[in-house]
């Protein structure tokens, strides 16, 4: 007996060394000395060891596409899959709870080495359902985002979550004042993707989120406009705390993010003016693509399109659509033309009493006829069109009452119309 407890002590003692000596492999930046290290250690190794392993892998190569590229073609990949498959079956099983840290820092890390491996994401999902109490706020809140990065990367493969989410939805609002700023942002998101979508949820989300936004950064605004967008939950205070905070830092937003802000609130049919035009002035600075002007420019007219802001909001945008216009796709190029005869061309909704008259901005004009300089292309790409794209883009221009310039415009999708309905007859 003496000697097996010397044997457990020694045991014991073993596995910070090997912490010790993973880490500094890692700090080496040399990815084929950090795997030959684990591949060394890998049978003396615990929970704690394995995740220290994991994450360790994540930090190098999560902004590094070739060293994951390396990683997931390592022969000791698998083997330290096995390893942990194997640690967590008999995890938890003692009466002591699991490493709570430990199965957290292994769930962001295969999330972020995009490693899935349902077996061992369902019974850490199993440990986790039980052990909620054990968690320290910012654990559960890493471990439930990381659930949801892996089920987005793999469009809903782990299936294994439903009951972890379902019980850690009511363990975080029992203790909302908990949680920090930071953890908070990726509760909202993790639930919004995963759900549940519990409106009691999200409004106490929402409570705690206002008061800490000035914490926050312009990647997290756009991750919780998208949230609740996505969760169809409208907290108009909240969103207007976004708003009013994006406005000042406008700067500081990427194209991408700008458009996700601005779709995620006209998702849930919120409209704020100073938003609109901070943002479109912002974007008309930024180096954005076609695809993101017509984003931009499709969400900004779904909501209230004829409202003057609105109307500002696309002309100030349009100018660079309009030098992209040979870029964009079918569906881009009928969702742009669709979105300027939305805002200047068609009537306006009864329900919207500021419809606007005012004289239609010579940005706009010169888009339309972009629009029919890129359709009567040598190429034929008129004929290329699909048919709901082209009757969109007939419906638009139509309603933008074409001059004489754009005449051939009109005649042309005309005669491509009526012939694909001859075509039609025929058959």
Request: include cysteine.
């Amino acid at each position: 007996r003496t000697i097996a407890r010397a044997r457990q002590a020694a045991k014991r003692r073993t596995f910070p060394l090997i912490n010790s000596q993973i880490i500094a492999a890692a700090d080496t930046g040399d990815l084929e000395l950090l795997m030959s290290t684990i591949e060394a250690y890998l049978g003396q190794m615990n929970l704690v060891n394995l995740s220290t392993a994991l994450h360790r892998l994540a930090k190098l190569t999560a902004a590094d596409a070739e060293a994951a590229e390396a990683l997931w073609q390592h022969p000791a990949l698998p083997a330290l899959m096995e390893a942990l498959r194997q640690m967590l079956q008999v995890a938890g099983t003692g009466g002591a709870p699991p490493q709570c840290q430990a199965l957290s820092n292994i769930v962001w890390s295969l999330a972020t080495i995009q490693v899935v491996d349902e077996a061992a994401l369902g019974r850490i999902a199993e440990l986790a359902s039980v052990h909620l109490k054990d968690f320290k706020p910012f654990e559960l809140a890493s471990l439930l985002w990381g659930f949801a990065k892996i089920a987005e990367a793999t469009r809903g493969a782990v299936l294994c979550t439903a009951r972890l989410f379902e019980v850690a939805a009511a363990h975080v609002m029992a203790d909302l004042q908990a949680y920090t700023f930071r953890c908070l942002v990726m509760l909202t998101w993790a639930f919004s993707y995963m759900g549940p979508h519990d409106p009691v949820l999200f409004r106490g989300l929402a409570g705690q989120l206002s008061p800490m936004l000035h914490t926050g950064s312009c990647h997290d605004f756009a991750s919780l406009a998208w949230a609740f967008g996505n969760a169809g939950v409208r907290q108009d205070k909240l969103f207007s705390d976004i708003a009013q905070r994006s406005i000042s830092r406008m700067g500081d937003f990427s194209a991408q993010e700008l458009v996700e802000t601005l779709h995620s609130f006209t998702q849930n049919g919120f409209f704020h003016r100073g938003f609109l035009l901070a943002a479109a002035a912002a974007m008309e600075k930024l180096d954005s693509s076609a695809q993101q002007v017509v984003a931009f420019a499709s969400a900004a007219s779904c909501l209230r399109p004829r409202h003057h802001g609105t109307r500002s909001a696309l002309a100030m945008v349009l100018p660079r659509c309009t030098s992209l216009v040979g870029e964009l796709s079918d569906d881009d190029l009928a969702s742009a033309a669709f979105a300027v005869a939305a805002c200047f061309y068609m009537e306006a909704p009864a329900e919207q009493p500021e419809a606007a008259t005012a004289e239609t901005p010579p940005e706009v004009c010169a888009f339309v006829r972009s629009v029919g300089g890129a359709l009567l292309r040598p190429d034929g790409r008129l004929r290329g069109l699909a048919d709901g794209r082209l009757a969109m883009i007939a419906a638009s221009l139509a309603a933008s009452q074409a001059s004489e310039a754009e005449d051939g415009v009109c005649c042309a999708l005309a005669r491509e119309g009526l012939g694909r309905l001859q075509s039609l007859g025929g058959q």
